[in-house]
């Protein structure tokens, strides 16, 4: 049996190993490169996120008409959330649509407001704010033709002609005419 008597010593300020007869110099030294650069990313991070404030969450009308749309799960014929109806009615824009309001995109403000429609729709509230809300999608709907697809959301595609169906089925008048809406749904 060989023995395995180490024949020098590799260190850097982390540690010191021996190197003996059977250890490759090379396989060594790039295990050594290796956890140094980990640190070195470690440490990175670590001053990135010092150096972050609280941020913010940015608050959807998309998401919160769909959580508003939870019935009570006692069975009850109310909102689990009714906070979440709460805030569509408070937060309803000076143009009468529900999104962004720092920035105008027309594909974030339609799908916003139509889905605010539904939720009010769905628990037969506030009828000004969703008649509101439709005179503005009637009056915005071409603008989405106009609009960069650059500035389309993730889904929407599929997500529009979804809330499109939604809104038909529980009585919401959606105009079918518009040429946007039939380029959608080709």
Known sequence: MSS????????????????????????????????????????????????????EISISAYDTAWVALVK?????????????LEWIANNQLAECSWGDKSIFLAHDRIINTLACVIALKSWNLHIDKRELGMSFIRENLSKIGDENAVHMPIGFEVAFPSLIEIGKKIGIDIPDDSHVLREIYT
């Not at 590799?10 to 007869?21: D, R, T």
């Not at 396989?27 to 990175?44: E, G, M, P």
């Not at 009570?72 to 979440?84: A, L, M, R």
């Open 4 to 55: 395995l008597k180490p024949t020098g010593v590799l260190q850097n300020k982390y540690f010191s190993v021996p190197i003996c007869n059977a250890m490759r110099f090379q396989d060594l030294a790039h295990k050594v490169y290796r956890s140094n650069k980990i640190k070195q990313h470690i440490y990175a991070v670590r001053l990135m996120l010092q150096s972050m404030d609280d941020g």
């Open 72 to 84: 009570d799960i006692n069975g009850s014929d109310t909102p689990q959330f009714p906070s979440s």
